[in-house]
């Protein structure tokens, strides 16, 4: 008896244990006095207190589109820092949720999330279509353009992320500014490819943020006719040899038929050439592992050959051949039929013959015809005088 009393006792205070840790956990408070402040166009720091005596602190971006990002950090903090680009937002915001953890290995209990909204400080500038190319004589060189909106636009520029903003680094005017009919530019001298650069665009009542993406002018081909094949090549850019980012993708139609694409290391490529057909070449640059936003656009169509008129013979034969053959056979027919007693007569049989004969016997066939008889012709009736003598020759 004592030992059932026992064992209910034990399992009370488990059950008892048990709860009191669940109060504890759904019991966390949460953080207090979050605030947001801009540090420049492009970082934002987000502070908040911790609650006494708890030491974990989680945050969580969650970006506009509802999905919940895995850049989650977990530790003792009391603030963070992130570098928000307008280009990647559409409402104009971005939320963050804050919470308090017992342990950053247990995720299932922490305090209620504190949402945090940053809003852009100032309208977003109107800028359109931007592309920067890079220089074909060095990889720290840049062209940028864009379609510009009503109001002017004046062009900074910094590296970005990687906690770049900790080190002194403030954006720098672009000064190579220039303009054209439908696009304007600026060139900038000290932008590496294969750093990250950020790019500011300012008007007198807002602006635009946007992450550089280096662009390199598609590759120019050459195509010549060698061995039975179609030789293809392209230049390389000067500073290839030394920073190796990109692929080239090379695409050709024949006979005007689909496509196909190759990707390509080396700066050549050979294809079988068929001289009845037109072939239509296209190229672009592509980006690898080591320089992920390097692209270019596709380059200018180049032609070879032409397309030539199928050999149409046996078309034309197997047109023309069997309407021949079927007016031959018409012909033939009707000729048959036409000529049939001539081409084929009518053989009497033989045992009818022989049968009739040996009815009628030795009977000579009573002639139904008179036989014909013969005009007398008129003869005239001759003298013959006696010659004298002396009329003979002696």
């Known amino acids: 008896m004592s030992r059932a009393v ?22 966390l408070p949460s953080p207090t006095n979050v605030s947001c402040i801009w540090l420049d166009r492009l970082t934002v720091n987000v502070s908040w207190l911790n609650p006494i005596g708890k030491k ?9 589109s509802g999905k ?35 342990d950053c290995d247990d995720q299932s209990h922490g305090s209620p999330k504190v949402l945090q909204k940053i809003k852009i400080p100032e309208p977003r500038a109107e800028v359109n279509d931007i592309k920067c190319l890079m220089d074909q004589e060095n990889a720290s ?9 009503d109001q002017p636009l004046t062009l900074s520029y910094r590296s970005c992320f990687k906690d770049a903003w ?14 054209g009919p439908t696009r304007n530019g600026c060139y900038l001298d000290d932008v590496h490819v294969l750093e990250d650069t950020c790019m500011l665009f300012e008007t007198r009542e807002g602006f635009s943020t946007f992450q550089l993406k280096p662009m390199l002018e598609p590759p120019e081909l050459s ?33 005007n038929h689909s496509k196909e694409c190759r990707s390509i290391v080396l700066s050549e490529m050979r294809v079988p050439y068929d001289k009845s057909c037109r072939y239509d070449f ?100 001759c003298r013959v005088d006696p010659v004298p003598d002396y009329m003979l020759i002696s």
């Open 223 to 255: 195509v010549i006719e060698e061995g039975g094949e179609l030789k293809l090549s392209w230049p390389q850019p000067n500073f290839a040899k030394h920073i190796n980012c990109w692929n080239s993708t090379v695409c050709y139609s024949k006979c």
């Open 68 to 102: 919940i990002a895995d850049n989650t950090k977990c530790g003792v903090l009391t603030h963070f820092t992130a570098e928000l680009l307008t280009e990647n937002i559409v409402s104009g915001e971005w939320t963050y949720l804050i919470w308090t953890v017992e």
């Open 282 to 381: 296209w190229s672009s640059f592509n980006r690898n592992i080591y320089c992920p936003n390097i692209f270019s656009n596709r380059s200018k169509v180049v032609s070879y050959g032409t397309n030539e008129p199928a050999d149409k013979t046996l078309t034309v034969l197997a047109i023309v051949l069997p309407i021949i053959l079927s007016l031959c056979l018409f012909l033939s027919i009707y000729c048959f039929r036409r000529y049939s007693s001539i081409i084929c007569p009518v053989i009497p049989d033989p045992s009818a013959i022989f049968k009739e004969m040996m009815m009628n016997g030795n009977k000579e066939l009573k002639t139904t015809e008179t036989l014909y008889v013969p005009v007398p012709e008129p003869i005239e009736s």
């Open 56 to 64: 974990y602190i989680r945050q969580l971006e969650k970006p506009i």
């Open 141 to 149: 060189g840049m062209n940028c353009s864009w379609i510009p909106g």
């Open 166 to 179: 900790k080190k002194d680094n403030k954006f720098k005017p672009c000064n190579r500014t220039y303009s």
């Open 6 to 27: 026992e064992f209910v006792t034990l399992l009370t205070l488990a059950a008892v244990m048990s709860a009191c840790r669940g109060d504890a956990a759904e019991g």
